[in-house]
Protein backbone atom coordinates (compact mmCIF):
# COMPACT_ATOMS: atom_id res chain seq x y z
CA UNK A 1 0.00 0.00 0.00
CA UNK A 2 0.94 3.43 -1.04
CA UNK A 3 2.53 5.52 2.21
CA UNK A 4 0.58 8.57 1.02
CA UNK A 5 -2.54 6.96 1.18
CA UNK A 6 -2.37 5.66 4.72
CA UNK A 7 -1.06 8.97 6.05
CA UNK A 8 -3.83 11.09 4.37
CA UNK A 9 -6.43 7.72 6.04
CA UNK A 10 -4.71 9.00 9.67
CA UNK A 11 -5.13 12.01 8.87
CA UNK A 12 -8.71 12.11 8.50
CA UNK A 13 -8.74 11.65 12.58
CA UNK A 14 -8.77 15.24 14.16
CA UNK A 15 -6.30 14.92 17.09
CA UNK A 16 -5.05 17.57 19.82
CA UNK A 17 -0.88 17.86 19.43
CA UNK A 18 1.10 17.47 22.53
CA UNK A 19 4.89 18.16 23.15
CA UNK A 20 6.51 15.17 24.58
CA UNK A 21 9.40 16.34 27.34
CA UNK A 22 11.89 14.89 28.87
CA UNK A 23 15.39 15.51 30.77
CA UNK A 24 18.55 13.60 30.18
CA UNK A 25 21.38 14.68 32.80
CA UNK A 26 20.14 17.94 33.23
CA UNK A 27 19.50 19.07 29.31
CA UNK A 28 15.69 18.97 28.43
CA UNK A 29 14.49 17.80 25.02
CA UNK A 30 11.15 17.95 23.35
CA UNK A 31 9.15 16.74 20.26
CA UNK A 32 5.80 17.25 18.94
CA UNK A 33 3.52 13.81 19.04
CA UNK A 34 -0.17 13.29 18.00
CA UNK A 35 0.03 9.83 18.88
CA UNK A 36 -0.69 10.32 22.43
CA UNK A 37 -3.71 8.01 24.59
CA UNK A 38 -4.80 7.43 27.65
CA UNK A 39 -4.78 3.50 28.24
CA UNK A 40 -6.22 2.84 31.86
CA UNK A 41 -7.78 4.53 34.72
CA UNK A 42 -6.69 2.13 37.46
CA UNK A 43 -3.49 2.30 37.05
CA UNK A 44 -3.58 5.55 35.34
CA UNK A 45 -1.79 4.55 31.97
CA UNK A 46 -0.58 7.05 29.01
CA UNK A 47 0.87 5.55 25.44
CA UNK A 48 2.95 7.55 23.29
CA UNK A 49 4.49 6.26 20.56
CA UNK A 50 7.99 7.30 18.83
CA UNK A 51 9.50 7.02 15.77
CA UNK A 52 12.70 5.01 15.51
CA UNK A 53 14.17 7.97 13.57
CA UNK A 54 13.26 10.72 16.58
CA UNK A 55 16.38 11.12 19.04
CA UNK A 56 13.27 11.42 21.37
CA UNK A 57 13.37 7.40 21.36
CA UNK A 58 16.72 7.37 22.96
CA UNK A 59 16.12 10.57 25.34
CA UNK A 60 13.08 8.59 26.90
CA UNK A 61 15.02 5.49 26.46
CA UNK A 62 17.53 7.21 28.87
CA UNK A 63 16.06 9.27 31.63
CA UNK A 64 13.07 6.42 31.52
CA UNK A 65 10.28 9.15 32.35
CA UNK A 66 8.80 11.41 29.85
CA UNK A 67 5.82 14.37 30.16
CA UNK A 68 3.21 14.60 27.76
CA UNK A 69 1.95 18.31 27.29
CA UNK A 70 -1.48 19.02 25.76
CA UNK A 71 -0.90 22.24 23.84
CA UNK A 72 -3.28 25.22 23.52
CA UNK A 73 -4.29 27.32 20.26
CA UNK A 74 -1.99 30.06 20.82
CA UNK A 75 0.82 27.14 20.85
CA UNK A 76 0.97 26.13 17.04
CA UNK A 77 4.43 27.87 16.58
CA UNK A 78 5.96 25.59 19.91
CA UNK A 79 4.67 22.49 17.66
CA UNK A 80 6.52 23.24 14.71
CA UNK A 81 9.39 24.32 16.32
CA UNK A 82 9.65 20.80 18.06
CA UNK A 83 8.64 18.51 14.63
CA UNK A 84 11.82 21.08 13.58
CA UNK A 85 9.49 23.03 11.21
CA UNK A 86 10.81 26.25 12.06
CA UNK A 87 13.95 27.13 10.33
CA UNK A 88 15.28 29.23 13.15
CA UNK A 89 16.72 27.38 16.68
CA UNK A 90 14.59 28.75 19.67
CA UNK A 91 15.14 29.40 22.97
CA UNK A 92 12.59 27.69 24.97
CA UNK A 93 12.10 28.71 29.27
CA UNK A 94 10.71 25.37 30.41
CA UNK A 95 8.92 25.02 33.62
CA UNK A 96 8.63 22.27 36.55
CA UNK A 97 6.37 19.77 37.85
CA UNK A 98 7.74 17.95 40.58
CA UNK A 99 11.34 17.79 39.10
CA UNK A 100 9.62 16.93 35.43
CA UNK A 101 10.16 19.67 32.73
CA UNK A 102 6.85 20.80 31.06
CA UNK A 103 5.77 23.68 28.78
CA UNK A 104 3.86 26.40 30.65
CA UNK A 105 0.64 27.30 28.89
CA UNK A 106 -0.09 23.46 28.02
CA UNK A 107 -3.70 22.99 28.78
CA UNK A 108 -2.26 19.56 30.43
CA UNK A 109 0.88 19.03 31.37
CA UNK A 110 1.06 14.89 32.68
CA UNK A 111 4.66 13.51 33.94
CA UNK A 112 4.82 10.13 33.56
CA UNK A 113 7.71 6.78 34.37
CA UNK A 114 7.86 4.67 31.64
CA UNK A 115 6.13 1.48 32.84
CA UNK A 116 6.38 -0.80 29.60
CA UNK A 117 8.01 -0.72 25.98
CA UNK A 118 6.70 -2.09 23.25
CA UNK A 119 8.33 -1.87 19.65
CA UNK A 120 6.17 -2.37 16.81
CA UNK A 121 6.91 -1.89 12.89
CA UNK A 122 9.14 1.37 13.13
CA UNK A 123 8.00 2.95 16.15
CA UNK A 124 8.14 2.09 19.87
CA UNK A 125 5.49 2.43 22.21
CA UNK A 126 5.91 4.32 25.44
CA UNK A 127 3.25 3.07 28.42
CA UNK A 128 3.97 5.89 31.07
CA UNK A 129 2.65 5.37 34.58
CA UNK A 130 1.42 9.31 35.43
CA UNK A 131 2.90 10.79 38.36
CA UNK A 132 1.59 14.26 38.48
CA UNK A 133 -1.32 16.89 36.09
CA UNK A 134 -1.38 19.88 35.81
CA UNK A 135 -4.08 21.64 34.25
CA UNK A 136 -4.39 25.54 32.77
CA UNK A 137 -7.18 26.65 30.77
CA UNK A 138 -7.58 27.27 27.47
CA UNK A 139 -8.84 25.92 24.27
CA UNK A 140 -6.72 23.04 21.96
CA UNK A 141 -5.08 22.93 19.00
CA UNK A 142 -5.92 20.58 16.81
CA UNK A 143 -4.55 18.35 13.89
CA UNK A 144 -6.63 17.18 11.27
CA UNK A 145 -5.45 16.30 7.56
CA UNK A 146 -2.09 17.31 7.88
CA UNK A 147 -2.98 21.05 8.90
CA UNK A 148 -3.29 22.79 12.05
CA UNK A 149 -6.42 24.47 13.18
CA UNK A 150 -8.48 24.96 16.65
CA UNK A 151 -12.27 25.01 17.53
CA UNK A 152 -15.01 26.60 16.08
CA UNK A 153 -16.77 28.91 18.70
CA UNK A 154 -20.41 28.49 18.83
CA UNK A 155 -22.09 31.90 18.67
CA UNK A 156 -25.50 31.29 20.47
CA UNK A 157 -28.61 33.81 19.12
CA UNK A 158 -30.60 35.54 21.55
CA UNK A 159 -34.12 35.52 20.73
P1 LIG B 1 15.01 16.78 17.15
O1 LIG B 1 14.97 16.79 15.67
O2 LIG B 1 16.28 16.77 17.90
O3 LIG B 1 14.10 17.92 17.78
C1 LIG B 1 12.95 18.36 17.14
C2 LIG B 1 12.99 19.90 17.12
O4 LIG B 1 12.81 20.38 18.46
C3 LIG B 1 14.32 20.47 16.61
O5 LIG B 1 14.03 21.52 15.72
C4 LIG B 1 14.98 20.98 17.88
O6 LIG B 1 15.76 22.14 17.64
C5 LIG B 1 13.79 21.33 18.77
N1 LIG B 1 14.13 21.18 20.19
C6 LIG B 1 14.29 20.03 20.87
N2 LIG B 1 14.60 20.29 22.16
C7 LIG B 1 14.65 21.64 22.29
C8 LIG B 1 14.92 22.54 23.38
N3 LIG B 1 15.25 22.11 24.60
N4 LIG B 1 14.82 23.87 23.15
C9 LIG B 1 14.49 24.35 21.92
N5 LIG B 1 14.25 23.57 20.84
C10 LIG B 1 14.33 22.24 21.03
N6 LIG B 1 6.71 11.73 15.46
C11 LIG B 1 6.57 10.63 16.23
O7 LIG B 1 7.51 9.82 16.32
N7 LIG B 1 5.40 10.37 16.91
C12 LIG B 1 4.34 11.21 16.84
O8 LIG B 1 3.30 10.96 17.48
C13 LIG B 1 4.46 12.37 16.04
N8 LIG B 1 3.42 13.22 15.92
C14 LIG B 1 3.57 14.36 15.20
C15 LIG B 1 2.48 15.25 15.15
C16 LIG B 1 2.58 16.43 14.43
C17 LIG B 1 1.39 17.36 14.38
C18 LIG B 1 3.80 16.74 13.77
C19 LIG B 1 3.92 18.04 13.01
C20 LIG B 1 4.88 15.87 13.83
C21 LIG B 1 4.77 14.66 14.55
N9 LIG B 1 5.83 13.76 14.63
C22 LIG B 1 5.69 12.62 15.37
C23 LIG B 1 7.11 14.03 13.96
C24 LIG B 1 8.18 14.60 14.93
O9 LIG B 1 7.69 15.72 15.66
C25 LIG B 1 9.42 15.05 14.12
O10 LIG B 1 9.87 13.97 13.31
C26 LIG B 1 10.54 15.56 15.02
O11 LIG B 1 11.38 16.42 14.30
C27 LIG B 1 11.39 14.46 15.58
O12 LIG B 1 12.18 15.06 16.57
P2 LIG B 1 13.46 14.36 17.20
O13 LIG B 1 13.08 13.61 18.43
O14 LIG B 1 14.22 13.62 16.14
O15 LIG B 1 14.22 15.57 17.79
P1 LIG C 1 0.83 13.67 7.55
O1 LIG C 1 -0.16 13.73 6.44
O2 LIG C 1 2.12 13.00 7.35
O3 LIG C 1 0.14 13.03 8.85
C1 LIG C 1 -1.19 12.61 8.88
C2 LIG C 1 -1.30 11.47 9.87
O4 LIG C 1 -0.59 10.34 9.39
C3 LIG C 1 -0.68 11.77 11.23
O5 LIG C 1 -1.58 12.43 12.10
C4 LIG C 1 -0.33 10.36 11.71
O6 LIG C 1 -1.47 9.77 12.30
C5 LIG C 1 0.01 9.62 10.44
N1 LIG C 1 1.47 9.56 10.20
C6 LIG C 1 2.23 10.46 9.52
N2 LIG C 1 3.51 10.06 9.47
C7 LIG C 1 3.56 8.90 10.16
C8 LIG C 1 4.61 8.00 10.47
N3 LIG C 1 5.87 8.21 10.06
N4 LIG C 1 4.30 6.90 11.20
C9 LIG C 1 3.04 6.66 11.61
N5 LIG C 1 2.00 7.47 11.34
C10 LIG C 1 2.26 8.57 10.62
O7 LIG C 1 1.03 15.16 8.07
P2 LIG C 1 2.26 16.09 7.87
O8 LIG C 1 1.81 17.47 8.14
O9 LIG C 1 2.92 15.80 6.57
O10 LIG C 1 3.23 15.64 9.07
C11 LIG C 1 4.41 16.35 9.31
C12 LIG C 1 5.55 15.41 9.63
O11 LIG C 1 5.34 14.82 10.92
C13 LIG C 1 5.70 14.26 8.64
O12 LIG C 1 7.07 14.04 8.46
C14 LIG C 1 5.07 13.10 9.37
O13 LIG C 1 5.62 11.84 8.98
C15 LIG C 1 5.37 13.41 10.81
N6 LIG C 1 4.35 12.80 11.70
C16 LIG C 1 4.70 11.63 12.28
C17 LIG C 1 3.78 11.00 13.10
C18 LIG C 1 4.18 9.71 13.74
O14 LIG C 1 5.29 9.27 13.60
N7 LIG C 1 3.31 9.02 14.47
C19 LIG C 1 2.54 11.56 13.35
C20 LIG C 1 2.23 12.78 12.72
C21 LIG C 1 3.14 13.38 11.90
Do not use: W
Not at 23 to 50: C, D, E, Q, R
Request: aromatic letters at 6%.
Amino acid sequence: MDDRLFRNAMGKFATGVTVITTNVNGTIHGMTANAFMSVSLNPKLVVISIGEKASMLEHIKQSGTFTVNILSAQQQELSMLFAGQLKEKREVQFSDLQGAPTIEGALAQISCEVASTYVEGDHTLFIGSVKDIQLEEGEPLLFFNGRYGSLAVETTMQA
